[in-house]
């Protein structure tokens, strides 16, 4: 079964360079990632035009009411990410003071088609499948 086997960190490389050896190796198989999608053309591969969307495009959004936002933070599980402004447990508790302004901002963004730079961002942290003994 090999159970007491484990991975070796590579003894070619210089303990110190491995750091960046591993950001750079990631960063070239994002950039790949990134070329092999620009330069995928925009039909659909051979047997997914059945997949196509076929039906009737939204034209418009109704408005979201503050219950219902309200009702959407109650379900959320209280969790933190290092780019929230605040923490969950405090937005929770503010609740009744902050579901008039995100309400605003969810039916602006619905309205205008778009959504806030801002909040485009994620901080992505790669699961390792191996780790070093």
């Known amino acids: 079964m090999n159970k007491t086997k484990c991975t070796q960190i590579p003894s070619s490389v210089p303990i110190a360079q491995?750091?960046?050896?591993?950001?750079?190796?990631?960063?070239?198989?994002?950039?790949?990632?990134?070329?092999?999608?620009?330069s995928c053309s925009s039909t659909a591969p051979p047997g997914f035009a059945d997949q196509l969307f076929s039906g009737k495009p939204l034209t418009h959004f109704s408005a979201v009411s503050e219950t219902a936002v309200s009702a959407l933070l109650k379900k959320m599980a209280c969790k933190t990410c290092d780019l929230d402004p605040i923490p969950t447990s405090l937005l929770f508790d503010c609740s009744d003071e902050i579901v008039p302004a995100l309400t605003h901002v969810v039916n602006q963004s619905l309205l205008s088609g778009t959504f806030p730079t801002v909040f485009k961002h994620a901080i992505v942290k790669p699961l390792l499948k191996k780790t070093f003994a």
């Open 18 to 38: 491995l750091p960046q050896r591993f950001s750079d190796f990631f960063c070239q198989k994002i950039s790949t990632i990134r070329q092999n999608i620009d």
